[in-house]
């Protein structure tokens, strides 16, 4: 579904130039989820704004179902969840559908108003799918932080994208709870057959929730290790149990050090 090949990045600055990625390639499968781990300020990030098309790569190719990456096709979280306080919990979940309304333009009115309203039904069949429905009528100080960080994954989901990409995304949690939601967010990603990407600096939860771990170098960045997760729990905090977390962990660890 993605294919990154022999991408470059170099930053211009009155210092002078500045490599920050070389020769970056792998491949992402339709449902995969992705993590990428290496060392700080290695470019693990830029990856990521490569990805969705805010940057350009300035060598290589970046490509998501054959076709060339562009803002629309990927859906990103933050570390923090950026909802407005203001605005309820549907609102805040409807706050990309009405950003987005411009893409239906092309179409008479009434075609405009039925794709809306299909976007805003899908987003409240999320909801109600995992179980944030009964506070669509209350307030972002009124949810716990894991909640509001599940508010944040579904008002992303409901503009459909093909991708998406995570970004330190439980970083701002405590430690209970960022394992709690870990476990939400894998099983709603499983659960629609989503592919993410995630950037994270904790080998652990990078090995708990993926399907494959991308160790990088420092910058200027290269893959220097793709690790196949085959671990048969099916949630991140019971894949923490089985006896070769460790062994994955040991190895990413030297990798990195």
Same mark, same amino acid.
């Given at each position: ?5 022999? #991408?470059?990045?170099?930053?211009? =600055? ?7 990625? $070389?020769? @970056? =390639?792998? /491949?992402?499968?339709?449902? *995969? ?5 290496? +060392? ?6 830029? %990856?990521? =704004? &490569? ?41 805040? #979940? ?15 009115? /009434?075609?405009?108003?039925?794709? %809306? ?8 069949? &999320? ?6 429905? *009964?506070?669509?009528?209350?307030? +972002? ?8 960080? !599940? ?5 992303? &989901?409901?503009?459909? +994208? *093909? @991708?998406?990409?995570?970004? /330190?995304?439980? =970083? ?12 939400? #967010?894998?099983?709603? &990603? ?6 993410? %990407? ?6 652990? $939860? ?8 991308? #160790?990088?170098?420092? !910058? ?9 997760? $085959?671990?048969?729990?099916?949630? +991140?905090?019971? !894949? ?13 660890? /030297?990798?990195?050090?």
């Amino acid at each position: 579904m993605l294919k990154l090949e022999n #991408v470059a990045l170099n930053y211009y =600055s009155k210092n002078g130039e500045t490599l920050a990625l $070389e020769n @970056i =390639s792998f /491949e992402v499968q339709q449902g *995969e989820l992705i993590s990428i781990v290496g +060392p700080s300020g290695c470019g693990k990030t830029t %990856i990521l =704004s &490569l990805i969705s098309g805010l940057i350009k790569p300035s060598k290589g190719s970046i490509k998501i179902n054959n076709k060339d990456v562009s803002p629309n096709n990927s859906g990103y979280m933050f570390q923090k969840d950026h909802l407005f306080d203001w605005r309820t919990i549907e609102k805040n #979940v409807y706050l990309g559908i009405e950003i987005q309304q411009q893409k239906y333009k092309k179409y008479e009115k /009434e075609e405009q108003k039925r794709r %809306i309203t299909e976007d805003k039904n899908h987003a409240i069949e &999320l909801l109600k799918k995992y179980g944030l429905y *009964e506070f669509k009528d209350k307030y +972002p100080n009124q949810l716990s932080g894991g909640m509001r960080q !599940r508010v944040a994954l579904i008002r992303t &989901l409901a503009l459909k +994208p *093909e @991708i998406l990409l995570l970004d /330190e995304a439980f =970083s701002a949690l405590d430690f209970q709870t960022r394992l709690n939601v870990c476990n939400d #967010v894998h099983n709603i &990603l499983k659960s629609e057959n989503k592919t993410a %990407i995630m950037v994270t600096h904790d080998i652990s $939860e990078a090995i708990s929730m993926s399907d494959r771990v991308i #160790v990088l170098t420092s !910058r200027p960045a290269k893959v220097k290790a793709i690790h196949n997760i $085959e671990l048969t729990s099916k949630t +991140p905090l019971s !894949r923490r149990e089985e006896a070769q977390f460790n062994e994955y962990f040991n190895q990413i660890w /030297e990798e990195l050090t």
